[in-house]
């Protein structure tokens, strides 16, 4: 293999491996396929330190956050 297809491969791999830390998608995996839009959003990990507590009713200024993004 030429040096200029490995260098080229090296950097392909760096860049999926770059991306795949910012949106999570495994490209290897199943759902490498399925675009980032397509994806159902499940929210922080239970180790996060932001956690949403279900049993908490949202405040009016988080209602509207929520209302605002739900009209995009």
Do not use: F, K, W
């Not at 922080?44 to 988080?62: I, K, W």
């Amino acid at each position: 293999m030429s040096l200029v297809r490995r260098l080229l491969r090296s950097i392909y791999r760096s860049l999926v491996a770059y991306g795949t830390m910012y949106t999570s998608v495994d490209p290897d995996g199943s759902g490498g396929t399925a675009p980032a839009s397509a994806r159902r959003l499940r929210g922080p990990g239970p180790a996060h330190p932001e956690q949403v507590r279900l049993d908490v009713p949202l405040t009016p200024s988080e209602r509207a956050h929520l209302r605002d993004l739900r009209s995009r």
